[in-house]
């Protein structure tokens, strides 16, 4: 139930459960197997209510605010091996790593982002004064789901993130379009960049676009 109280929204569905149930586990336990996050779940119903996600996988949340709010007093960054990050910062990083990042490496949002990471990477984000540095991000942007993305907008905090929320605002009727297509987004993107003379995002969008193509060609076999 901690990785529930950390969560944003309707929830996690069960693989992001299983990421967060591995960074609150005592320290040295193995990760839980998808048979161990079922019991969990089971043995916590009572505290739980159930929605379907867009991908059609059930997610879950804690049923009272009260009880949300009393899990997040008990634990803090030094339990989760934070150092000087927040816990929401920590459960970000993890549920990136998962989603294919790697030292030098970027996230994949395209091919393995769960739905959850891709609305609610923002809000964990905000939660730990890094919205800047998925900002710089151009695939984020082009995935991110931009109902939650326009909310951790005005927390940019440097002027190269403070530019990114900018160009993201430009079009933002365009990105709130139920069926945009990614291809689409990334274009608008690429355009609004170059009107506000964002070279380095530009660059990015451009750079990550080829990626983007090859990746769909070539999905990976773990999505």
């Known amino acids: 139930m901690m990785t529930l109280a950390h969560s944003f929204g309707r929830g996690m ?12 586990a005592p320290l040295g336990a ?36 009260g009880l949300t709010d009393s899990l997040m007093h008990m634990v803090g960054p030094a339990e989760v091996g934070g150092g000087g990050q927040s816990v929401h910062g ?11 990042r790697r030292p030098g490496a970027a996230t994949a949002w395209a091919t393995l982002a769960s739905p959850y990471l891709r609305r609610h990477a923002i809000d964990h984000a905000v939660a730990s004064d890094r919205v800047d540095e998925l900002l710089a991000d151009g695939d984020f942007l082009v995935y991110a789901d931009p109902a939650t993305l326009i909310r951790g907008l ?8 403070q530019r990114a929320a900018a160009v993201y605002r430009t079009s933002l009727r365009s990105h709130h379009g139920l069926d945009q297509d990614p291809a689409v987004r990334r274009s608008v993107l690429m355009v609004d960049a170059a009107r506000h003379q964002d070279i380095a995002l530009g660059r990015h969008l451009a750079a990550t676009s080829s990626t983007a193509r090859c990746a769909q060609r070539h999905p990976s076999p773990l999505a």
């Open 90 to 100: 920590v459960l970000l990083d993890r549920l990136c790593r998962d989603a294919g």
């Open 13 to 24: 569905a069960r693989r992001d459960l299983g990421t967060g149930m591995a960074l609150f």
């Open 154 to 161: 005005p927390h940019a905090r440097t002027s190269s993130g």
């Open 30 to 65: 193995d990760a839980p197997t998808e048979s161990e996050i079922v019991e969990a779940l089971a043995d916590a119903r009572f505290y739980l209510r159930r929605d379907v996600d867009a991908d059609a996988t059930v997610t879950y949340r804690l049923f009272h605010q």
